[in-house]
């Protein structure tokens, strides 16, 4: 028997004490952006250090930001590895911080106290499983929690790792990782040296769908407010005589995409790598109903819409996009005002594959904006940042690594996906470290992440502990 399967055994006998762990850290509310909640974040984050202490790591609670903006503390630990090992440096990335719980008239039970209900009637596929119900259970406390049992059981199983690790979990995640980007550039010369990121933060295809997401889409976020006149106009006295910013600012957001629902900013597909065919031919043969997922959210299937020549599942996963976010100007209040306003403004954000550069992007769409502005108008630009796309290599032998420990932990070959989002700190890692990162998440679409009864199956926990037994060993035959 291998080491990881006698890990996975202990895990096994020591199920309920690891739930019971879990729902200690649960209670524990950690609200990244409340500063009245700093005393609990930081005790959520201590917890997370004596966890990692148990499992034979040396793990301190790294300051951020500054005396007169402190931050919350990064727990931080590294282990050497075995001596003489030569095999990859692995970083461990995930964070202890939620999200605020409200509203709490919607909740069934009370965010920070932790209820474990049974599953649900019905078929197993389709409905909630055995599940423990709490703010952060599956985002991200669940998911990390999974990865620190492994650890401890290893330890407690097997002795020291036979792998070269850095863990990095922080508390801003929830509240925009302000204080991030500076401490990664502090340790960027012992981050250099890791060979790969994994992160426990994403989900699977569905139950008893484990999955790996080898992509995320990056973002350029962008405001544009146009000026006119100097102040808002009647518009009988002069409507038909000057121009109407929002009538401009309309005219020139319906100019962002062609008749196929291409981006028209000039050089936008440049730098665009496309999915090679077998990637495209593995998603169409996933076991999923994208177009059908339109009728979740009201919308018949025909309401399929995007860049033509690609399906929706490639336009979500491995196609850039615009959306106009937000629209504002004028009269906004009940009845009628005649007014020709002064102003007007829009929030336009990019969503960005590989190999797009977000800052790139903005000031491609600033000066687009810029030579399309009628004579007498005036431009204001904020560009409120955004991230890099990344990507893991089809061929990565850390993906093929992390597929096998999926198989091994759920009897079932994972499935290779990608998502529209964005998750800042895998653009990061890739931007400052060209470094790749696997996202081996176990969350399901149902798992009402952000939202009030936020859950994590304990089928999905279990994965999660066993998963991360086996990513360990498979790491260290690499």
């Given at each position: 028997m291998g080491d990881a399967q006698r890990v996975v055994e202990a895990l096994t006998k020591d199920e309920a004490g690891a739930v019971q762990r879990?729902?200690?850290?649960?209670?524990?509310?950690?609200?990244?952006t409340d500063p009245a909640y700093a005393g609990q974040t930081r005790e959520a984050a201590q917890w997370c250090a004596d966890?990692?202490?148990e499992a034979g790591l040396q793990p301190v609670l790294r300051e951020t930001g500054t005396k007169a903006k402190p931050g919350h503390p990064i727990v931080w630990a590294h282990y050497g590895g075995p001596e003489g090992y030569s095999g990859p440096h692995v970083l461990f990335y995930g964070h202890y911080d939620v999200q605020p719980p409200d509203p709490l008239e919607l909740w069934e039970s009370a965010p920070f106290e932790p209820v474990v209900r049974p599953a649900e009637k019905g078929d197993p596929k389709d409905v909630p499983g055995e599940r423990i119900v709490a703010r952060g259970a599956v985002d991200d406390k669940g998911q990390v929690a999974g990865f620190l049992e492994a650890l401890r059981s290893w330890h407690e199983v097997v002795g020291p790792l036979p792998i070269r690790l850095t863990v990095l979990i922080e508390g801003e995640e929830e509240s925009g990782s302000v204080n991030l980007e500076r401490f990664v550039e502090e340790e960027k010369t012992h981050l250099g040296t890791c060979d790969v990121c994994v992160i426990s933060d994403t989900g699977m295809l569905g139950r008893g769908q484990p999955a790996i997401t080898t992509g995320v889409r990056g973002m350029a976020y962008t405001e544009i407010?146009?000026?006119?006149?100097?102040?808002?106009?009647?518009?009988?006295m002069w409507g038909g005589r000057v121009r109407?910013?929002?009538n401009v600012l309309v005219e020139l957001l319906a100019q962002l995409h062609?008749?196929?629902?291409?981006?028209?900013?000039?050089?936008?597909?440049?730098?665009?790598?496309?999915?090679?065919?077998a990637e495209r031919d593995a998603w169409a043969a996933l076991p999923m109903d994208h177009v059908g997922g339109l009728e979740k959210i009201g919308l018949p299937r025909e309401a399929d819409a995007?860049?033509?020549?690609w399906t929706s599942v490639e336009r979500e996963w491995a196609r850039p996009t615009c959306d106009i976010n937000g629209i504002y100007g004028g009269y906004q209040g009940a009845g009628a005002k005649t007014v020709i306003p002064s102003k007007a403004g829009a929030k336009v954000s990019f969503r960005l594959v590989a190999d797009q550069d977000p800052e790139t992007i903005a000031q491609s769409f600033k000066a687009w904006v810029q030579a399309r502005l009628p004579v007498g108008f005036g431009l204001e630009f904020h560009d409120h940042g955004g991230g890099h796309?990344?990507?893991?290599?089809f061929d990565s032998p850390f993906l093929g690594a992390a597929e096998s420990a999926l198989e091994a932990a759920s009897g079932t070959k994972a499935h290779l996906i990608k998502?529209?989002?964005?998750?800042?700190v895998v653009g990061l890692l890739k931007k400052e470290l060209d470094l790749d990162t696997l996202l081996v998440g176990f969350g399901l679409d149902d798992d009402r992440v952000h939202s009030p009864n936020e859950k994590f199956e304990l089928d999905c926990f279990r994965l999660c502990m066993r998963t991360h037994a086996h990513l360990i060993e498979r790491f260290a035959s690499l």
């Open positions: 879990l729902i200690e850290w649960l209670r524990i509310p950690s609200i990244s966890r990692l202490s407010i146009l000026t006119g006149p100097d102040q808002d106009l009647h518009s009988g109407n910013p929002i062609d008749d196929d629902q291409r981006v028209t900013l000039p050089g936008f597909y440049d730098r665009v790598i496309e999915p090679p065919q995007g860049e033509a020549g796309p990344g990507a893991v290599p998502t529209g989002g964005s998750i800042p």
